[in-house]
């Protein structure tokens, strides 16, 4: 690995500041392994163990700022609702300020309201062509009633870009941390992170949006991919054209979410550069037995999205003989409960195939039908 790239993966892991720090006691000579050890240990924050450091790109430290002003961590025991960590956060509606060695950071006065979901989770993704999970979304996760909603819709309703923006800052670093816990282990997963048009369509939002992504150094970007949400029907096709072509710097392959329809319309993206096209399914569709609309509307999407040499996918499939009939019609990737439970952290690739997934649906206990692949 050169030292350009040595030096991007140190800042990824152990954050921009602490690796300011580094080069302070570092600087102009080599050190050996024992003391340069001993130099991380005194960079680290009293209670705050290395391998835990938020990832703070470079340019980014203001957005990162920003994402968190106002929001006081308090005990797992707290009302509220609960962090990617399992802290949980509150509105602070009083001037506040943190000291540390680097100085004073000033606190608002007044921020967004408390978040709306409960956690963030991993979803995994199956591909029916290679009978694999290689991949895992990262989603906010909202309880309602007796089921789970999930992305914007954990805001019931509340879409004002800013809490969109905020919404799409913590599942971009919770994505990246994730990440890391499995590639520090010597594991390897695709990481899938949500991000909604609204975020991107302003330029000065846009580059807010990519100083977290960039934290992430080169030979690890091919790990994610970058979904793009909530597509509007109208959006200009030169917007988007350069909405989606700037993305393509941060992840191995750009994805493109619409809302579900019996007829799509997926050549306003043409030579916008997307991989894969698909939707989630409406809870009422996502339960029920294959009929012959949905299996229509399911060809049609695989054939538009071929035509713009890309693939199709399906999210919240919830029964196994929609998604048979959903894999006849060339869909390749799902998520759901059919496929797997959600995750608290992501799990390196393992292979799954159908005998499995309809195994785990007939049994309780652990899944003995996943093994992961080397």
Known sequence: M???????STSFFLGER???????????RRV????????????????????????????????????????????????GPKGAKGGR???????????????????????YEAKAWDEIIFQPVWDSRTNAVLHHVCQVRRTVGDRHVYGRDTLMGID??????ALDREVALAAQRGFQSVFSKGGKCGITIPVHYETL?????????????QAAPKPIRKYFQIRVDSVPSGAPVTQMQEVFRSMRHFGSNILAEISYANKWDLARFEGCGISVFGA??????????????????FMQLVTQARELQGEAFLNNMGNPDLLNAAISTGIRLFSGP?????????????SLDFAGIANRLRKSGPDTDVFEID
Not at 95 to 102: G, I, P, Y
Request: glycine share 6%; hydrophobic share 35%.
């Open 201 to 213: 369509s302003a330029v000065s939002h846009r580059m807010e949006y990519f100083s977290i992504l």
């Open 2 to 8: 050169s030292r350009r790239s040595t030096r991007n």
């Open 338 to 350: 059919v496929i797997a439970n959600d995750e608290d952290a992501p799990q390196p690739a393992r």
């Open 280 to 297: 989630a399914l409406p809870q009422t569709l996502s339960i029920r037995e294959p009929g012959d609309e949905a299996v229509m509307g």
């Open 32 to 79: 050996p392994t024992d003391e340069f050890l001993s130099i991380v240990a005194r960079t680290q924050v009293e209670g705050e163990p290395a391998g835990e450091a938020r990832p703070e790109p470079e340019k980014a430290q203001e957005a990162a700022a920003e994402a968190a002003a106002g929001w006081e961590k308090k005990p797992e025991s707290g009302e």
């Open 160 to 165: 004002e870009a800013q809490a969109l923006r």
């Open 18 to 28: 602490w690796l300011e720090k580094l080069r302070s006691h570092a600087e102009a």
């Open 89 to 111: 956060w509150e509105k602070t509606t009083q001037s506040k300020s943190r000291s540390d060695k680097e100085g004073v950071l000033e606190w608002p006065d007044e921020v």
